[in-house]
C-alpha cells in the first residue's frame, strides 16, 4: 500500500482552500488590537506574494528546480555531517544497519549546521543576504527597516538570534514592529534544524530528502509574508516606520576559530536542549496515556477503537478531536484530520520537533496509524514549520528581553498573541500548499 497522490487542483481543492483563508483571516481580525487600522492592500499583497510563492514551489518547474537545488545544499551538509559522525560512532551512523536512530542522524545535524551558520555570519554572508531580503520586504509591503531586517534573519537564524542583528532599534520600536518580530520568530525554523527536520522525515530515501527540503525551505520562505499578514491584522501599525536597514554589529568571533568554538557550543547546547525536550514531552504523554487508557476501560476505549483511527483514550485522541475541525477548514481529507488534529496540538503543546517525529511514523502507510494522503503529509509538512508554542514565548521573553530589557514588560503582554499569530502562518502555509496540490 501506498499514500493516495492527489489529482491536483480542482474546484473543491480551491473552494476549500478558500474557506480555510478567509476562516484564518478571520480568526486574525477577531484578535486584532485596532481593527479600523488594518491596511488590507498591505494584507492582500502580502498574501498574494505567499500564493506566489507556493505556485512557484509547486507548479512552475524553473521555481521548484531552483528549490530543489538550495535543498540539495541541506543534503550535501546532511552527508558532510555523517563523515563527522562516523569518526565518532563508527558504524551506529549507518542507517542501513542500524535502523534511523534521532540521536546519532538528527543532534549531530543540529551541531555541524550551528557551527556552519556561525562561520557564515562571522564571514558577513547572512548579514548579506538578509539586507537584500530586508530591503526588497520593506519596498514591497512597506513594513520598517528594522522589522524587516528581523523577520529575514528568522529564515537563517533562530528566534532569538535574529533579533539580536536589530538590538540597537528594540527598545525604540512600537508594539505593532515589536509583535511582527515575534510573530516572525513563531512562524519560522532557524537553518540549523531543518537539516534534522530532512534527515528523520527523508530517512535515507534520496528522493524523499529532497522532496522535503523543498517544501520546508518554501514554508520558511513563505513564511516571512505570512507573518506580515498576521501580525499586521492582529497588531496594525499606525506610527511612521523607520525605513532604515542597517544591521546592528554583533560580534559572533573574534577570528574564524573562534566563530567555530562559538557556533559549535551553541549547537550542542541546541542538541542537548531538543533530545532532553523529545524525552520529557514523549514520556510525559505515555505517562498521561496510561493513566487515560485506564480511565478508558469503562466503554469509551471501544468506542474509540471502533470509530477513529484510534485504540483507545490517548492525548493524541482528544488534541486530535479538539483540532480537526479546523484542519477541515484548511483543506485536509475527512479520513485524516483526527491525525493532522494531532500533530499540530502536540507542535502547541509541545515542540515542532515531537510533531515532526511523530509525522515521521504517519507517513509510513504499514504503521497502524499513519495519514492516507500524500497531501496531508504535505501540508502536515508546512504546518509544523515553525516554533509557535507555548514554550518559545518564554524563550522569546528570555532571550529578546536580555538584549532589550526596557520591552521586556511588552513581550509579556505580546506573548500569546505572538504564538497565536505564529501558528496561523504556518497555517496558512499548509492551506495554500493544500489548495495548489488538490
Request: one cysteine or more.
Amino acid at each position: 500500500m501506498e499514500l493516495v497522490d492527489s489529482n491536483g487542483i480542482s474546484l473543491e481543492s480551491f473552494v476549500r482552500g478558500l474557506i480555510g483563508i478567509a476562516f484564518l483571516i478571520l480568526i486574525s481580525y477577531a484578535f486584532s488590537t485596532n481593527k479600523k487600522a488594518i491596511k488590507w492592500k498591505t494584507i492582500g499583497l502580502s498574501l498574494l506574494v505567499q500564493i506566489i510563492i507556493a505556485v512557484g514551489v509547486l507548479k512552475v518547474n524553473w521555481i521548484a528546480n531552483l528549490f530543489e537545488f538550495f535543498g540539495s545544499f541541506f543534503l550535501k551538509i546532511l552527508d558532510y555531517t555523517n563523515a563527522g559522525t562516523y569518526m565518532i560512532l563508527g558504524e551506529f551512523v549507518n542507517i542501513e544497519k542500524t535502523g534511523y536512530v534521532f540521536a546519532f542522524q538528527a543532534l549531530p545535524v543540529i551541531i555541524f549546521f550551528s557551527a556552519l551558520t556561525s562561520i557564515a555570519y562571522y564571514f558577513g554572508i547572512i548579514q548579506k543576504i538578509v539586507k537584500i531580503l530586508a530591503f526588497v520586504l520593506t519596498k514591497l509591503f512597506g513594513v520598517s527597516g528594522p522589522e524587516s531586517l528581523s523577520l529575514s534573519g528568522n529564515i537563517f537564524l533562530g528566534q532569538t538570534e535574529a533579533p539580536i542583528m536589530i538590538k540597537a532599534y528594540l527598545e525604540k520600536m512600537n508594539r505593532s514592529e515589536l509583535f511582527l518580530v515575534m510573530v516572525g520568530g513563531m512562524a519560522t525554523v532557524a537553518g540549523s534544524v531543518l537539516g534534522a527536520y530532512i534527515g528523520f522525515l527523508g530517512g535515507d530515501d534520496p528522493v524523499a530528502r529532497l522532496s522535503f527540503a523543498k517544501s520546508l525551505l518554501a514554508a520558511s520562505v513563505m513564511a516571512a509574508p505570512g507573518a506580515i499578514v498576521i501580525s499586521k491584522i492582529i497588531y496594525p501599525q499606525t506610527k511612521e516606520v523607520n525605513l532604515n536597514i542597517d544591521i546592528t554589529n554583533s560580534e559572533i568571533g573574534g577570528n574564524f576559530l573562534s566563530a567555530i568554538s562559538k557556533g559549535t557550543t551553541e549547537g550542542v547546547r541546541m542538541a542537548v536542549n531538543v533530545a532532553a525536550m523529545l524525552l520529557v514531552f514523549i514520556a510525559l504523554i505515555a505517562l498521561i496515556n496510561g493513566i487515560f487508557s485506564s480511565i478508558g476501560t469503562v466503554g469509551i476505549n471501544q468506542w474509540i477503537d471502533e470509530n477513529t483511527p484510534y485504540s483507545n483514550l490517548s492525548v493524541e485522541f482528544i488534541l486530535g478531536i479538539i483540532f480537526s475541525p479546523i484542519m477541515w477548514l484548511i483543506g485536509v481529507s475527512n479520513s485524516d484530520i483526527l491525525l493532522m488534529g494531532q500533530l499540530l496540538g502536540i507542535k502547541i503543546a509541545s515542540s515542532e520537533f515531537v510533531a515532526y517525529a511523530q509525522l515521521a511514523d504517519f507517513k509510513d502507510i504499514q504503521n497502524t496509524i499513519s495519514l492516507n494522503y500524500n497531501k496531508s503529509v504535505i501540508m502536515a509538512t508546512y504546518m509544523l514549520c515553525g516554533f509557535a508554542n507555548f514554550a518559545s514565548i518564554g524563550i522569546q521573553i528570555g532571550g529578546i528581553g536580555v538584549i532589550a530589557p526596557k520591552v521586556k514588560p511588552i513581550l509579556i503582554e505580546l506573548g500569546f498573541r505572538a504564538m497565536l499569530a505564529g501558528t496561523i502562518v504556518s497555517l496558512l502555509s499548509a492551506t495554500i500548499a493544500g489548495a495548489i496540490i488538490g
